[in-house]
T-cell receptor, first 116, second 113 residues
Framework: NAGVTQTPKFRVLKTGQSMTLLCAQD?????MYWYRQDPGMGLRLIHY???????AKGEVPDGYNVSRLKKQNFLLGLESAAPSQTSVYFC???????????????FGAGSRLTVL | AQSVTQPDIHITVSEGASLELRCNYS??????LFWYVQSPGQGLQLLLK??????LVQGIKGFEAEFKRSQSSFNLRKPSVHWSDAAEYFC???????????FGKGTHLIIQP
């Protein structure tokens, strides 16, 4: 059982280039998330999705777009990369615990992006 | 808006000694609380969670945490640390629903031999 898989694991871009990070989960989870992790900042939510065909903005959505065309996949796009987007990106998926109303996130291993 | 504060950026503990990592949260209602651990170059692994009920929760790897509503705290403890516990530890809070977790900035744990 793979859980949450992110590709690619590493990528170097030049300013202005575009790219897409792919997240795939095989747990049939409804909810999926993209976070970025920067030194001393913890994890900050970029965008999330509560189901196929839906997306919503998180805390730091500017400069990113997302799509959830299939339940198992959640794509994070950078249309015109900037050095400020150099970060480690984590995808997570989750479901709501019945009766508790809380969701427990399962994380991927991360994708390290450097923008020169 | 909810928030999490982890007051200690770095903590150094000798192997075999006890550990307590602090976490304070801000949330208007009863929160859902989590501790995650991140080993170098890895993703985040759930250590434990608090939803309701017993305020002392047990997790994996011998960790436990206690929810104290009066202090808005959810501190993580371990009676005796091992060198393999060296990692980054994140406390997180959720108000429920699907809008994700809010994380603290993390505490970097260093284990001295």
């Amino acid at each position: 059982n793979a859980g949450v898989t992110q590709t690619p694991k590493f990528r170097v871009l030049k300013t202005g280039q575009s790219m897409t990070l792919l997240c795939a989960q095989d747990m049939n989870h409804e909810y999926m998330y993209w976070y970025r992790q920067d030194p001393g900042m913890g994890l900050r939510l970029i965008h999330y999705s509560v189901g196929e065909g839906t997306t919503a903005k998180g805390e730091v959505p500017d400069g990113y777009n997302v799509s959830r065309l299939k339940k198992q996949n959640f794509l994070l796009g950078l249309e015109s990369a900037a050095p400020s987007q150099t970060s480690v990106y984590f995808c997570a998926s989750s479901y709501l615990w019945q009766g508790a109303g809380a969701n427990v996130l399962t994380f991927g291993a991360g994708s390290r992006l450097t923008v020169l | 808006a909810q928030s999490v504060t982890q007051p200690d950026i770095h903590i150094t503990v000798s192997e075999g000694a006890s550990l307590e990592l602090r976490c304070n949260y801000s949330y208007g209602a009863t929160p859902y609380l989590f501790w995650y651990v991140q080993s170098p170059g890895q993703g985040l692994q759930l250590l434990l969670k608090y939803f309701s009920g017993d305020t002392l929760v047990q997790g994996i790897k011998g960790f436990e945490a206690e929810f104290k509503r009066s202090q808005s705290s959810f501190n993580l403890r371990k009676p005796s640390v091992h060198w393999s516990d060296a990692a980054e530890y994140f406390c997180a809070v959720s108000g429920g629903g699907a809008d994700g977790l809010t994380f603290g900035k993390g505490t970097h744990l260093i284990i001295q031999p």
